[in-house]
C-alpha cells in the first residue's frame, strides 16, 4: 500500500485544492492530508478565514481524501514521522524545497519521495484571488445598476 501524504492551509475551498487533492490521490493507495494549524497559516500565509478544525473537516469530507488530520504546530516534520508517508505531494505554489524535505525526513528516518504537481489550467481561482475579486466586486455597483 502506497500512502501519499498532502499538506496545506485549505481555508476557502475552491477547484484548485480538489485539483490538487485528486492529483495527489493518484500518486497512491491511500491520502492523508494535512490541514496546517491557526498559527502555522498565520505565519505562513494570512489569518484563516475557517477555523482549523472546520477547515479538517471539510477536507476530510471529500473525496479523493482517507484521512484528514491537523498538523503539529511546532514542527512540520513531526507530523511526517507519525504517519510515515511513501509519497509527499507538494503543490506547485507550496514553498519547499523537494530536496531538502527528502534529506529531511531521510534524517528523521522516514524514506519518502517528494512529489511536485503542476497547477491546473485555472490558476485565477487561488484563495487570495478570489478573496481579491470579491472585495473588488464590493466596490463596484453590481452587474446590470444603473450608474
Given at each position: 500500500m502506497v500512502r501519499v501524504m498532502a499538506t496545506g492551509v485549505f481555508d476557502l475551498l475552491h477547484p484548485g485544492h480538489l485539483f490538487f487533492l485528486q492529483e495527489a490521490r493518484r500518486l497512491g493507495d491511500e491520502l492523508v492530508v494535512v490541514v496546517a494549524r491557526d498559527q502555522t497559516a498565520r505565519r505562513l500565509k494570512h489569518e484563516p478565514y475557517v477555523p482549523e478544525h472546520l477547515r479538517r473537516e471539510m477536507v476530510d469530507a471529500l473525496k479523493p481524501v482517507d484521512r484528514a488530520i491537523l498538523g503539529s504546530a511546532t514542527d512540520i516534520y513531526q507530523t511526517v514521522v507519525e504517519e510515515r508517508?511513501?509519497?509527499?505531494?507538494?503543490?506547485?505554489d507550496q514553498h519547499f524545497d523537494e530536496k531538502e524535505v527528502e534529506r529531511e525526513c531521510r534524517r528523521r528516518g522516514v524514506e519518502v519521495r517528494v512529489v511536485r504537481l503542476g497547477p491546473m489550467t485555472h490558476d485565477t481561482l487561488a484563495t487570495s484571488k478570489i478573496v481579491e475579486r470579491i472585495l473588488e466586486r464590493g466596490h463596484a455597483p453590481p452587474p446590470g445598476a444603473a450608474p
Open positions: 508517508p511513501d509519497i509527499i505531494a507538494l503543490g506547485f
